[in-house]
């Protein structure tokens, strides 16, 4: 364990070590920043003890504050993340940092046994040790002197943690906060409290601990920053840079100066200064003239890196949204080639009875013709009579019509079921059938039936007659066609809402056209210039993916066409869907 030695009479090595720690830090950031691979962070949770003012305390409202807590909100500002500060038991708080349910400690103090465990951000400052007894007990000039004494410490604290290490018999008493160790010590109990120097000042005045002193100057210091998980570079880059902003833009000598300054040592005496600054003088100016300039380029190679980091950033961002664009298409198609698998059993299941319905109401039809001769002769002979719960005269009326509705259902559910298998069937998706468009709007309505009646009362389909051939794939025209009128009857509002549906032909243009409108909420224009884009969407809540109409967009342009949409907020949407005459079918 390395703990730095201070000596309050040596302005050099004051300076020295300020120019240090500041190379440290800046570099610490320049080597971490570029190589990070973590994505964005958008929510840190930062932990700290609740009992170690000014630094870090709960306040009488058991609310986090102090430097610390100033501090890394600052930071999370100035980085754009959110944060979740909590504080409670130093020992619990290292406890949850190791265990991983929270990211970081917001104050702990450096030594190469904690760095074995955790990674380390330069140092926001630096925090110094102090032996505290009672008035009465005999002074003492080093840590050696202690031994065989009863010494307070915090709980898996720093000097906790370089005592119990250190040789030598010291009897360590551990406590979870410098105030329980105070208090102790001011009571009588114990021999010695060796706490944190400004934390020992504060609750010494706060609680009128009038019977206790430093038994000398601060002796011990070490640097004093936050603390993440081993492996967690982008957590130490973080609070890095954004120290860094701080310290530049000069907010961090603000939050020093309201929380630390008043407690601080006042500093050397005026006749010291003097002594010490003429013999210093030269090589201190020398030390600050480098420190400038060390300074001005570190903060250029800080501006390249955190420059390269965000290029580096939204290119690994882009990358993963179009991978998962991708994997989310595998994912449909792999829905489309189960649902194929799954639709020619069930079809089957269903064409077999439907058979039997077609070939079995022609034979009943015949029957009754035949048997109705019969019928009449007894009506005309005996009156009306009953027959399966009905009267004759009602009978021989509805049997021909009931007949028919049940043909025509049966011939409707095997066109049904030709329709689905052609929609989910995987074929090639080469562009090279000969398409007609009307046919495909009319299997794209019919599959849509149920849909449609439940949307809305005034669907109308147009299709223009004689419309030429377009070269295509039907079964990829046919989603995007489904897709449209899905996207219209969705929509909508209210059931008196109309969905038009048409088709014509541009010779103008040579083109092919379908039209989709509907009177639904309309596309606000913000959103105009995004609906085609990958995981777009506006009804995320509903279970929209947005990947309908970039995936359509896609199949309109393989097959040379274009996507037009025009739309007024709260009076509805016009998509037309374009596609080029065959060369074959061009009408001259």
Request: aromatic share 6%; charged share 20%; proline share 4%.
């Amino acid at each position: 364990m390395s703990i730095v030695k201070y000596k309050t009479s040596n302005l050099l090595l004051l300076f020295v070590s300020a120019f240090f720690v500041h190379l440290i830090s800046a570099t610490a950031f320049c080597a971490d920043s570029p190589n990070s691979s973590s994505p964005l962070i958008k929510t840190i949770i930062v932990g700290g003890d609740h009992y170690y003012p000014p630094y870090e305390f709960l306040d009488d409202d058991e609310n986090p504050t102090g430097f610390n807590v100033e501090l890394t909100l600052a930071i999370a500002e100035v980085m754009g993340v959110s944060t979740d500060i909590r504080l409670g038991p130093w020992s619990q708080m290292r406890s949850a940092l190791e265990a991983g349910t929270i990211d970081a400690l917001q104050g702990m103090i450096y030594s190469q046994d904690r760095a074995q465990i955790y990674d380390f951000s330069p140092p926001h400052s630096v925090i110094h040790q102090s032996v505290f007894a009672r008035k009465d007990s005999p002074p003492f000039s080093s840590l050696d002197e202690l031994q065989d004494k009863e010494i307070i410490v915090q709980k898996h604290g720093i000097m906790h943690d370089y005592l119990k290490n250190r040789q030598g018999n010291y009897k360590l008493i551990a406590k979870e906060t410098h105030a329980q160790s105070l208090r102790l010590l001011a009571s009588g109990k114990y021999d010695y409290a060796v706490v944190a120097n400004l934390p020992g000042l504060y609750l010494s005045q706060e609680f009128g601990l009038s019977n206790l002193v430093r038994v000398a100057e601060p002796t011990l210091a070490g640097p004093y920053g936050y603390a993440v998980q081993k492996g967690r570079p982008e957590l130490v880059a973080l609070f890095s840079e954004g120290l860094s902003i701080l310290k530049n833009t000069g907010r961090y000598e603000e939050l020093k100066n309201k929380w630390l300054s008043p407690l601080e040592p006042s500093g050397l005496p005026l006749k010291k200064i003097v002594k010490y600054g003429s013999i210093t003088v030269l090589p201190l100016l020398l030390i600050l003239i480098g420190i400038s300039v060390w300074n001005n380029m570190l903060q250029k190679k800080v501006a390249t890196a955190t420059s390269d980091l965000k290029k580096e950033i939204m290119e690994r961002k882009k990358a993963a949204e179009e991978a998962e664009a991708k994997h989310q298409q595998l994912i449909q198609a792999d829905k489309m080639a189960t649902l194929g698998t799954l639709v020619s059993g069930v079809a089957h299941e269903i064409n077999n009875p439907t058979g039997l319905i077609l070939l079995n109401i022609p034979v009943l039809h015949k029957t009754f013709e035949v048997v109705q001769d019969s019928l009449e002769e007894r009506y005309e002979n005996s009156g009306d009579f009953m027959i399966g719960g009905m009267k004759y005269t009602v009978l021989r009326k509805q049997i021909p019509q009931m007949l028919d509705e049940t043909m025509g259902s049966a011939k409707r559910i095997k066109r049904i079921v030709s329709d689905l298998k052609d929609f989910a069937r995987m074929e090639s998706s080469e562009i090279d059938q000969m398409v007609d468009i009307n046919r495909i709007v009319e299997a794209s309505v019919r599959l849509l039936t149920s849909t449609i009646h439940k949307s809305t009362k005034q669907f109308s389909l147009t299709c223009a007659a004689s419309l030429p051939l377009t070269q295509g794939n039907a079964q990829r025209l046919e989603q995007v066609v489904v897709n449209l009128i899905v996207n219209g009857c969705q929509a909508l509002q209210t059931v008196n809402q109309a969905v038009t549906v048409s088709t014509r032909y541009d010779a103008t243009k040579n083109e092919i056209l379908i039209q989709v409108m509907d009177e639904g909420i309309g596309i606000d224009k913000q959103h105009m210039s995004h609906i085609l884009d990958p995981f777009f969407t506006t009804k995320r809540n509903d279970g929209g993916t947005g990947l309908g109409l970039s995936i359509s967009s896609g199949i309109v342009k393989d097959h040379c066409g274009t996507l037009n949409f025009q739309s007024t907020p709260g009076q509805g949407t016009t998509v037309t869907l374009s596609l080029p005459v065959s060369k074959s079918e061009a009408v001259t």
